[in-house]
């Protein structure tokens, strides 16, 4: 007899004990059940791919990615991190690419842009519309991203008036 049989008072007919053990379905799924969980992560075909992104809430990643399989392992991750400067070193990684984010003083004007510095500098122009497309979905609502530079290639801005 299942737990669900053992809920029923003592004083319980034959026939509500045969009807609780009949519409329990834990002995016919309970194995199945626990399957379910990590199904998806597994052995997951290609037509599949785009319907787990969509469903994770990464559906708006698809055109930056080169290999949306990556996404799916730390999309989950990337989803629950973004808004901080992990959430773009995770997508940066999606697109082969590393990078800090520098954000400006407090006491400036701009106090809520930022840059961000590549490791290499981005190999042409639908890379450089992918870095800032995933720095936009990845940073907070109250910033925005004003500069990037990757490599060599940082020319600061030069102030006269400062000094």
């Known amino acids: 007899m299942s737990d669900a049989a053992t809920l029923l008072p003592s004083s319980s007919t034959s026939l509500e004990r045969d009807l609780s053990q ?10 199945a059940a626990e399957l379910i969980r990590s199904a998806k992560r597994q052995n997951i075909p290609d037509s ?4 787990l992104l969509v469903e994770y809430g990464l559906g708006e ?23 901080t400067p992990e959430s773009f070193s995770i997508a940066l990684g999606w697109i ?53 530079y990757g490599g060599n290639y940082d020319g600061r801005r030069f102030t006269l008036d400062d000094h």
């Open 48 to 51: 599949v791919v785009p319907w």
């Open 22 to 31: 009949a519409l329990d379905p834990l002995p016919r799924v309970g194995a």
């Open 96 to 148: 082969d690419n590393n990078g800090a984010i520098e954000e400006s003083e407090a006491s400036t004007i701009r106090w809520s842009q930022f840059q961000l510095g590549l490791e290499k500098a981005p190999v042409d122009l639908s890379q450089t519309d992918s870095i800032v497309e995933i720095a936009r979905l990845s940073s907070p609502v109250r910033s925005s991203l004003f500069r990037i």
């Open 61 to 83: 990643l698809l055109p930056y990615l080169s290999d949306p399989r990556t996404a799916i392992a730390t999309g989950v991750l990337w989803q629950r991190l973004r808004g």
